[in-house]
Structures are given as structure tokens and as C-alpha cells.
């Protein structure tokens, strides 16, 4: 018989931040890596470590280490030690797929330090896995997974082929009990044979060859006696042959024929907790990382990149952006299965990355501005498709608004002057620090005069910004001319013209383009009315009906959108577990509607719903229990030439252990949704692979979008949903559920009915509860919708207005880069060429087009595959890179 072989990998694996702050986790990280070190320098029998897969490690390490980094890099050189290939382990499905390939680029160019990272695509811990990944490692030139999570029924062996919409594959390897099967090995050879047997046993059915034992699980140190104890145990017996290892030469000697083929993403809880709740916990947490995310991929990227000169690009800047959203992406941070103190530093993060990427768009817009040869507002495009929308901004107030104008404010030019004393102009001066006056009002010109009794200053005040406006040397002026005459009379004159605020259909903006300002026609202008008990919106394309009496809405005839449904949650951050007792409330106390926005361009409608929720969740009993009186602001509103409901809900949190989730009818039955993820949309059905250790519910995350029973449903950031009120027969669902709030108080629990086993520390975290915290869910309804990407940027990326005084050379319209046939992931600037990441998420094959441009498609790595003119191919699902000339 021959022996089998048993391949130990030590590892550890490094959650960043969880349960402990980054802070506490990272004293534990030093001192695993300063054991490790001279444990693999002095010590051949020990002869390979895992860093995890992970670069962040490397960095959090070297950060108190520096002087170890050349014993790190000579260790790596030799192979001893692995490194990334990732820069840090991270979610999938909670992060952008524009996100996931920044993380694994970091992870590349940071590991070609150390003479280059691992070659395997390592997600060990992730909560299930998108469809696109194994594009994703294919294009950074990766053959192999290594899986845990998500893995279906249909996978009966330790590997399968793991195939993406496109036709991608990588052989995956799955690990059946997890990446700690060989944690904490015996330091006793027979104790470490029977061990062997007792791992081999576990897993028999599964095994296709050799068994892969993951020395290593969270936080673990490194076994120094491990390379003593496998040399006496091979010693001893030859039923098996232990080796220490890494995971790549394990790898290469795996079965690659006959195996089992999965297509798409892997989301089934048969046999490891699947964890979907993490998707609904800290909708905050959510909803700002799809802030900042929008702010630099569809804005500071693009914007910088076309309308700022190459030598100006600010790399560095997004570098610093991107790596505050790449280590938000850690699993355990974005999915905010962490203590408050993680939670508090994540939601720093994306403040900062996001103030980096506004500030940089705010100041690509204004570049543009200024680069404008006619003076006035230009609408401007940051998205690749053309497009109209509605745009605000303030217009000077020179006769009647036109009949397409909606007039949203108006303010009076301010005549006349104020007479003031030294020390109140010393303290109006010092409060002026720029241009910049308010929102909509900018400084243009101060002039200082002399009079008989003193002096006169007049502040000229426009609706743009001026470039070059000598404020400072005004201020400077005034202060000496006070210091000279002290008893100065001092007349103030504020020298501003009457403007309106409006609101206006644009004409057509071409994509990533711009066009002068001016009210478009409007061939369905919309309409609001109050009839009997109800707000009606109509704008000949969709009819909306709001009954004053439920706070619900219709859409076209069909009634019962809007509905609240608050019911008990006695889970965790992990899961939803309802009480024994739970009760549902979903009926408002009080209702009143008010029409806020009347047309024509523009009608929105105000529900206020007062709700009686319960408190808490009693321990003992299991039944809510407790009252607070909480008012809900639902905003229904509807654009003159759209056939989209924009919605938004919001009020602040008063109760704990509850979900709350919003209703929406389906014109249609539906037996599937189709929603997006990274780099593609996947279709679902009714229901979810569990086990009894955790209850296979059917929730779900969509990136921006979901479609089903003719409903699409756009949503700001990465949202739950659920196909809820399914036929007798569980063949069709009538309604889709959006998840507003999941307030647990739990990081994890025991005994839950849904997961009745913890799935971390059993830790209180009173943040998980949000209360006292403002929560709000921002969507869009559309019936019949064609393209949900248009869909997605018309409502979450608005277009730009820029006011201009001229003197440019730019054109009144253009554009500077046209995009045609796929969705653009990325726009941005690689060494100062434009680069381009594309991606069909179609089963037709598409041509990718770049009218006058020519280039180089590129993998994830930058390495050159093919030239390009004008256009090129792109299978169906595919992702491509281009890099293109000219720009």
C-alpha cells in the first residue's frame, strides 16, 4: 500500500481588525513575525511559511519593523516564506469589483519587492464568492483557488474547476472543514500520526490524493517543534509521508482531470456558515464605502485623468485614497462583524478616501471650468454614455423664467450700503479666507475708494468662481488705510445681481463630454394634484398615487409600494434570527402627506409615517417588548421625461434587536432576480443551500441594482434583498424586499434559531444596535427598464454643472473620450497613459470601441497582450484592460 502523503502548510491567518482594534491585533503580529523569522533563519526542518496571502500583514509588520525587512525579503527569495497575493483578504461581494482588482494589484506590486507574491488566488475566509472571480485571477495570470466558504452540494471532492460567465476556469481547491484543519498540530510523533488519521477519516470521501493540512487558524503562532516532530513521525510509521510545504508545490502535483465544474458565484451554506447577514448589519458602514467608492472610481479617476494635464495627475493622492478603501475591504472590517472601535476607524477610512476623491473631482471640475473659452454654466458628463438629466444651479434673474425652468428660490440683488466702525470691518475681513462666500456666491472684485469722511468698499459678488481675485491684498489694504484713519467712516456695499436657483432638463451631454447650459424642452413635464385622500405625480409616463391614508404608494395602477415591515431580530452581525416571540409592525400610527415640489420639472411628495416599534428583544421570553414612537420621512419624487420613482427613507433609529425592510410590490410573479455584481449580473432563485447549523436564507447582496417581475430597483450601495410572499408551491415570489436596517447588539451569539452555533466571540457591541443614529435608503423604481446600468448612473451619478467666465480655449461642446458597446469599470492614468477597464456583462458578444484611439489590451498586471485600432472584441461577460494612445 502506498503511503499517503500529507502536505502541512503553516500558516496563520491575520483578520486585521475583528474583535480587537487593528492596534491590539497588530502587538500579536509582531510577535509572531519576530518569532517566525529567526525560527525559518536558524531552523532547515522548518523549511516554508504562509503570510496569509496577504501583503497588508507585511506592511503592518515592517511599519514597527523596519530594520527586518531585508531578513523578510531574503526569506521570501528563497522561498520560504510566502507573500499576497492579495494586499489584504477581503469581502467580495461588499466591495466594488473595481475595488477587489486595485486590492490584488496593490498586493502584486508591493510582493515584487519580495521577489514576487504566491501565484495561488488564496480566499479562504470570504463569505462566499463572486461569479467573476476566476476571470479576475485569470487575468492576473492565476491557475489555482483555494476556497472554503460557499462551496456547493455538487462539489463532492477536495477540488473543482471553478468556471466565470465568460468561460474562465481555475481549478479550485476546496478545503472541506476549513483553513485550520491541521491547527496546532501534537509535538508528539505518535500523537501527530493518530491526528493524521483522525483528519484523513474526517475528509476520506472527499480526498482525490494527498491531503493538504493547514497548520495554521486565526491569530496562531508558528509550532517551532513542527519540522522535529514530522522527521520523527515519517521515521516511525509509513502508512503516511508528512512534508512541510508550501501551497503552491502542493498545488502543482493536485488532479486536474475528471473534477467537477461550478459556473458562477459560490454562495451556498451546505457545509460552512455562509454568514449572509453581514450584508444588512451597519447599513452605515455600506452606504459610505458606496460613497467613497462613486466619489474615486466615477469621479476623481475620470475627471482627473481627461480634463487635468498628465503631469498633473495626482497619483499619489489616489494611491492613498485607494489604500484606505482596499483595507476597509477586509472581510471583517466592511462587513462590520467587529467591535465599535473597528467599526469607528473603517468609517474613518472612507471619510478620508472619500474627502481625497471629492476634493480632487471638485478641483478636476474647475479646471475644466476655467478651460472653457465661453463664459457661463456647461453641463458636464462624468460618465461614458450620453445622456440629459436634471440639473440645479443658480442663473442670473434677468426677466420671467422660461416656460422649462422650475424656479426653486429667488434672492434679491443687494443695493444700498452699511456704515460700520474700524473693529467691525477688522472682524467682517477676517471672516473673509477666500473667494467663496456661500454655496452659489463668489467674490469677483473689491474696490476700496477714499471719501471726504473716510472710505468706501464695494465687494462685487458673482454667481462663479474667479481665478486670482486679490482678497488678500484688499484685506491688507483696508487694515492700513484703518491704522492711518481710526475714526474713518467706513460705507460697505455689497455689489450683487438678483439670481433664481432652478432646476432644468439638460440637452444631450455626450459621455465623458460637456455642452453649454440651456433649459431643455420638456415633452413630459410632470404634474402633482391632491384628489380626495390622495398626492398624485404624473408625468405621462408614470403615474404615482400616494394614499394620505397608509403612507403607500402606486405605481401605474399597481398599489402597495413603500410598505415598512419592522419585526424582531434576535441574531448577530453574521445572521437574522428571528424570536420565539416576534411580532411585526407594519402599519403607521399617523400618516401626512405634503407636496414639497410641484413641477414641471421636477415633483416630489413628502410622507411622514409615525410607527410604534418596540424597544428590545427580551432575553428571557424572546418578545419584543417596550415602545418608542419613531417618524419615518419617505421622499417620492418624479422628474419631467423619466420613467423613474425616486425614493429615499429616513429617520433615526430608536429601537435594538429589529430589521426593518421596504416592501415593493412586482408587476409580475417572478421565479428569479437578476442583480449586479462585480463585473456582471447573476440570477437567483427562490431560495438558498443550508444545513441546520445555519438556516439557508435566500437574502442577497446587489451591488446597485436588482430586476425582478418586470420591477428594477436601483439602491445607493451594496443592499439586501429578499424575494419575499412566494406562491404555496414556492414557485414564484409577488414582492421584493430591500433591508433599510438589521440592529443586532451581538458580534456573535449562541443559540440562535437560524445558526445555533457562534460564529465568533460571544462579544456585546452596543453599535450594532444604531441607535440614536440617522439611517437612511436611497432607491430608484423603474418598470420595464432596458439597461440598468444607464438606469444606475442617471440616479446615483448625477451630471455636473460648471459655471465658466471664459477665456479658455476649450470648445462650447466635446467630449474626450467616447466609449462605445461595454460598461467602464475604470478611467484612470497607469505611468501617465490612459488606461481603461472594461467589461461586457451581456451573453452576446460585444465590439469595444474607442473612435480615434489606438492602444494596447493589457492583464491585470500590465503585461501587453494585443494591439488595438478603433476597436476590439470582447466575448460575452468578459473583462478587458486597454491602454490607449493619444490621451
Avoid at 496593490?106 to 479562504?124: D, Q
Avoid at 453649454?516 to 420638456?522: D, V, Y
Avoid at 418624479?638 to 415593493?664: C, I, K, M, Q
Avoid at 489590451?857 to 470582447?874: I, K, N, Q, T
Wanted: charged share 25%.
Amino acid at each position: 500500500m502506498t503511503a499517503r502523503r500529507i502536505a502541512i502548510v503553516p500558516h496563520t491567518h491575520w483578520d486585521r481588525e475583528w474583535y480587537k482594534s487593528y492596534q491590539d491585533f497588530r502587538l500579536g503580529l509582531v510577535e509572531l513575525v519576530d518569532t517566525l523569522i529567526p525560527l525559518l533563519e536558524g531552523d532547515a526542518s522548518y523549511p516554508h511559511f504562509m503570510l496569509d496571502g496577504q501583503m497588508a500583514a507585511v506592511d503592518d509588520y515592517l511599519e514597527v519593523r523596519p530594520e527586518a525587512e531585508e531578513h523578510l525579503r531574503a526569506l521570501a527569495a528563497a522561498g520560504r516564506v510566502s507573500v499576497g497575493p492579495w494586499y489584504i483578504l477581503m469581502d467580495e461581494f461588499l466591495a466594488s469589483g473595481e475595488t477587489i482588482v486595485r486590492n490584488l494589484q496593490m498586493g502584486l506590486v508591493r510582493g515584487a519587492a519580495f521577489g514576487g507574491v504566491m501565484e495561488v488566488g488564496y480566499l479562504p475566509d470570504m463569505f462566499g464568492h463572486i461569479a467573476q472571480m476566476p476571470q479576475i485571477l485569470r487575468l492576473a495570470g492565476f491557475r489555482h483557488a483555494v476556497v472554503w466558504r460557499g462551496v456547493p452540494s455538487q462539489v463532492t471532492k477536495d477540488a473543482f474547476v471553478w468556471e466565470a460567465p465568460d468561460g474562465s476556469a481555475v481549478r479550485a481547491e476546496y478545503l472541506p472543514v476549513g483553513y485550520g484543519n491541521g491547527a496546532a498540530l501534537p509535538d508528539d510523533a505518535k500523537a501527530l500520526v493518530r491526528r493524521t488519521q483522525d483528519n484523513v477519516a474526517e475528509v476520506a470521501d472527499f480526498l482525490t490524493g494527498d491531503l493538504l493540512c493547514m497548520n495554521g487558524s486565526d491569530h496562531l503562532m508558528p509550532q517551532p517543534d513542527l519540522g522535529r516532530v514530522v522527521a520523527e513521525a515519517n521515521d516511525m510509521q509509513d502508512e503516511f509521508v508528512f512534508e512541510i510545504t508550501s501551497l503552491p508545490r502542493y498545488l502543482a502535483r493536485g488532479i486536474s482531470e475528471d473534477l467537477t465544474t461550478v459556473q458562477g458565484e459560490l454562495r451556498s451554506g451546505f457545509r460552512a456558515n455562509m454568514l449572509m447577514g453581514v450584508t444588512s448589519n451597519r447599513v452605515d458602514v455600506k452606504r459610505n464605502g458606496a460613497l467613497a467608492e462613486r466619489e474615486l472610481e466615477r469621479r476623481a479617476e475620470p475627471l482627473t485623468a481627461l480634463f487635468r494635464p498628465a503631469s498633473e495627475y495626482p497619483e499619489r493622492l489616489l494611491e492613498l485614497a485607494w489604500r484606505e478603501m482596499v483595507r476597509n475591504s477586509a472581510h471583517d472590517s466592511i462587513c462590520a462583524c467587529s467591535v465599535d472601535d473597528v467599526v469607528d476607524a473603517v468609517l474613518h477610512r472612507y471619510a478620508e478616501a472619500r474627502a481625497i476623491a471629492a476634493g480632487l473631482a471638485d478641483r478636476a471640475v474647475k479646471a475644466f471650468a476655467r478651460s472653457l473659452a465661453r463664459p457661463g454654466p456647461s453641463v458636464l458628463n462624468a460618465s461614458p454614455r450620453p445622456r440629459t438629466g436634471v440639473v440645479e444651479l443658480v442663473v442670473p434673474a434677468d426677466g420671467p423664467a422660461p416656460d422649462a425652468v422650475q424656479v426653486l428660490s429667488e434672492r434679491t440683488g443687494l443695493p444700498g450700503s452699511m456704515v460700520l466702525d474700524a473693529d467691525t470691518v477688522r472682524t467682517i475681513l477676517g471672516m473673509i479666507q477666500g473667494p467663496k462666500i456661500s454655496e452659489d456666491a463668489w467674490i469677483h472684485d473689491v474696490r476700496v475708494e477714499d471719501t471726504d469722511e473716510g472710505f468706501d468698499i464695494t465687494i462685487a459678488v458673482g454667481t462663479e468662481e474667479k481665478q486670482g481675485v486679490p482678497i488678500t491684498e484688499a484685506k491688507q489694504d483696508v487694515y492700513t488705510r484703518l491704522g492711518a484713519r481710526p475714526d474713518a467712516v467706513v460705507r460697505v456695499a455689497m455689489d450683487q445681481p438678483s439670481t433664481r436657483r432652478i432646476v432644468a432638463r439638460s440637452p444631450e451631454v455626450p459621455g465623458y463630454g460637456w455642452t453649454p447650459f440651456e433649459p431643455a424642452p420638456l415633452s413630459h413635464p410632470v404634474a402633482s394634484a391632491e384628489e380626495a385622500s390622495t398626492v398624485i405625480l404624473d408625468n405621462g409616463l408614470v403615474r404615482v398615487e400616494i394614499d394620505a391614508e397608509t403612507g403607500l404608494f402606486a405605481l401605474n395602477g399597481l398599489r402597495g409600494y413603500g410598505r415598512l415591515v419592522d419585526d424582531g431580530d434576535l441574531g448577530d452581525s453574521y445572521n437574522y434570527s428571528p424570536p420565539r416571540q416576534d411580532s411585526v409592525v407594519d402599519t403607521p400610527e399617523t400618516v401626512s402627506v405634503r407636496i414639497e415640489e410641484r413641477g414641471p420639472v421636477r415633483a416630489r411628495a413628502r410622507i411622514t409615517a409615525t410607527y410604534l416599534w418596540p424597544d428590545h428583544v427580551d432575553g428571557s421570553s424572546q418578545a419584543r417588548v417596550g415602545e418608542h414612537r419613531v417618524d419615518v420621512e419617505t421622499d417620492v419624487e418624479l422628474r419631467a421625461d423619466e420613467p423613474v420613482v425616486r425614493v429615499s427613507t429616513a429617520f433615526v433609529n430608536p429601537s435594538g434587536d429589529h430589521r426593518l425592510r421596504v416592501h415593493l410590490p412586482l408587476p409580475e410573479p417572478a421565479s428569479h432576480s437578476v442583480a449586479e455584481s462585480a463585473f456582471t449580473v447573476v440570477t437567483r432563485g427562490l431560495t438558498a443551500e443550508g444545513r441546520a447549523d445555519e438556516f439557508g436564507l435566500p437574502t442577497a447582496p446587489a451591488n446597485r441594482f436588482v430586476t425582478a417581475g418586470r420591477l428594477t430597483v436601483v439602491h445607493e450601495g451594496v443592499c439586501e434583498y429578499e424575494l419575499v410572499d412566494v406562491d404555496a408551491e414556492g414557485d414564484a415570489a409577488r414582492t421584493i424586499a430591500l433591508t433599510v436596517l438589521r440592529a443586532t447588539g451581538m458580534l456573535s451569539r449562541l443559540g440562535m434559531a437560524y445558526r445555533p452555533f457562534p460564529a465568533g466571540p460571544l462579544t456585546p457591541v452596543e453599535g450594532l444596535q444604531m441607535r440614536g443614529k440617522r439611517v437612511a435608503l436611497r432607491y430608484a423604481l423603474a418598470l420595464d427598464c432596458d439597461d440598468p446600468y444607464a438606469l444606475a448612473d442617471d440616479v446615483l451619478l448625477p451630471l455636473e454643472v460648471a459655471s465658466s467666465l471664459g477665456g479658455g480655449t476649450r470648445p462650447p461642446t466635446g467630449s474626450e473620450l467616447t466609449v462605445h458597446g461595454a460598461e467602464v469599470s475604470a478611467l484612470h492614468r497607469v505611468a501617465g497613459v490612459l488606461e481603461a477597464r472594461v467589461f461586457n456583462p451581456r451573453p452576446e458578444p460585444t465590439t469595444v470601441s474607442f473612435p480615434g484611439r489606438s492602444g494596447w489590451l493589457v492583464d491585470l498586471r500590465g503585461y501587453p497582450l494585443e494591439p488595438f485600432e478603433d476597436s476590439f472584441a470582447l466575448r460575452p461577460f468578459g473583462i478587458a484592460t486597454a491602454r490607449l494612445h493619444g490621451g
